[in-house]
C-alpha cells in the first residue's frame, strides 16, 4: 500500500509559445534556475525544468532525479514550431476567454515592496501593483506567454497574505 503522508506536490506544466524568452524571463527575472531539460524528437517537443535550488547537479541523471524528487518544479513544455509560426497565437493561459480555466501560479519573496520595484525596473507586465484595488500585499505579473504569477511576501519574512 502507498503511503500518502510521502506524497509530494511536484510540479506545474505550462506550454510556452517560445522557449528562450521563457526561459530568461523564469531565470532572469524570477531567479529560478533550470534543472534540466529533456528533447523529444519523435514527438518534436522539449521539456524544460526550473526550480529555486542552491545548486544543479552535474549528470543528467542527477538533473532528472532532482527535478522529480522536490516540490515546487516548474515544467515549460515547447512544441517544436510554435515559436516561428506566425499564425500560432499562443497558448490560453486560463484567465480570459477562450480557454478559462488555469489561474496562476505564485511565487513567494523576501520584500514584496523592493521585488515589485525590480520587476517595474524590468519592465515586467503587471495585471495587479502592489497598490491597485483593496489587497494592497499581493501582485500579478505575466510571463511573455501571458501566464499569471502571484507575487507574495514569504510569510517567514512578514506577515502573510492572508
Not at 514527438?43 to 522536490?70: C, G, H, R, W
Not at 523592493?114 to 505575466?142: P, W, Y
Request: charged residues 25%; negative net charge; hydrophobic residues 35%.
Amino acid at each position: 500500500m502507498s503511503n500518502i503522508a510521502k506524497y509530494v506536490f511536484n510540479h506545474t506544466m505550462i506550454r510556452v509559445k517560445d522557449p528562450k524568452p521563457s526561459l530568461k524571463f523564469y531565470q532572469d527575472v524570477l531567479g529560478m534556475k533550470l534543472i534540466t531539460s529533456s528533447v523529444n524528437e519523435s514527438a518534436n517537443f522539449t521539456l524544460y525544468f526550473l526550480a529555486y535550488v542552491d545548486k544543479v547537479p552535474e549528470t543528467k541523471e542527477e538533473q532528472m532525479k532532482l527535478a522529480f524528487s522536490i516540490p515546487g518544479v516548474l515544467e515549460l513544455t515547447h512544441n517544436h514550431g510554435t515559436e516561428s509560426d506566425s499564425k500560432f497565437e499562443g497558448y490560453a493561459s486560463g484567465n480570459k476567454e477562450p480557454g478559462r480555466g488555469f489561474g496562476h501560479i505564485c511565487v513567494a519573496v523576501d520584500n514584496i515592496e523592493k521585488a515589485c520595484e525590480r520587476f517595474e525596473q524590468l519592465d515586467v507586465n503587471f495585471i495587479k501593483k502592489l497598490k491597485d484595488g483593496k489587497m494592497h500585499n499581493i501582485a500579478f505579473i505575466t510571463d511573455p506567454d501571458g501566464y499569471w504569477i502571484e507575487i507574495i511576501t514569504n510569510p517567514i519574512y512578514g506577515k502573510a497574505p492572508i
